[in-house]
């Protein structure tokens, strides 16, 4: 069974653009979780996408946002990009009715704003 | 206050030893419980989940006290390859998310 895919792998921006950040999760799960791990700190919850629709969001300004498409795949998208945005971007999966079950997570996008 | 709380260690053992970790969370409504391990520059993997009665795995024993919210995990016989950071996690069905302690790093020398 293949895991939860994230890409691209490593994505470097400038200050003011625009980043798009994509993940497939695992077959059969319909819901899809991003954080953003800041180096030396924990996971911060970004967003949480189930069955198409924005079910939570985190502390985080609305620059930051995403959608969830009919196949489940998710697109993270972080606009106006600041240099503390520079983080490893984490996405998770989960099988249907277990919004607060364990969940898998991708390799990740590591994100540098230069 | 932080929601979950671990200390970030590093704790640093020998092989064979034995190691404890504890995590405390704030919000009495959390109804789930994780062990995750995360490895240098790579992504979270669930190692348990966390039950009242407590449970086992191999060497890994997880505890769950909800009158002192307070989770915690046994590592017997320590490997080399046991370390890595260990990242409590606590979830409510009220918010539907799960919150991440900032980890504690464990480091097993030979």
């Known amino acids: 069974e293949a895991g939860v895919t994230q890409s691209p792998t490593h994505l470097i921006k400038t200050r003011g653009q625009q980043a798009t950040l994509r993940c497939s999760p695992i077959s059969g799960h319909t819901s899809v979780y991003w954080y953003q791990q800041a180096l030396g700190l924990g996971l911060q919850f970004l967003l949480w996408y189930d069955e198409g629709e924005e079910r939570n969001r985190g502390n985080f300004p609305p620059r930051f946002s995403g959608r969830q498409f009919p196949n489940y795949s998710s697109e993270l998208n972080v606009n106006a990009l600041e240099l503390e945005d520079s983080a490893l971007y984490l996405c998770a999966s989960s099988p249907p009715g277990s919004p607060i079950g364990p969940q898998h997570f991708g390799d990740g996008t590591r994100l540098s704003i230069l | 206050r932080k929601e979950v709380e671990q200390d970030p260690g590093p704790f640093n053992v020998p092989e064979g030893a034995t190691v404890a970790f504890n995590c405390t969370y704030s919000n009495s409504a959390s109804q789930s419980f994780f062990w995750y391990r995360q490895d240098c520059r790579k992504e979270p993997k669930l190692l348990m989940s966390?039950?009242?009665s407590g449970n086992e795995d191999g060497r890994f024993t997880a505890q769950l006290n909800r009158a002192s919210q307070y989770i915690s995990l046994l590592i017997r016989d320590s490997k080399l390859s046991d370390s890595a950071t260990y990242l409590c996690?606590?979830?409510?069905?009220?918010?539907?998310?799960?919150?991440f302690g900032s980890g504690t790093r464990l480091l097993v020398r030979p």
């Open positions: 996690v606590a979830g409510m069905d009220s918010s539907y998310k799960l919150i």
């Open positions: 966390v039950y009242s």
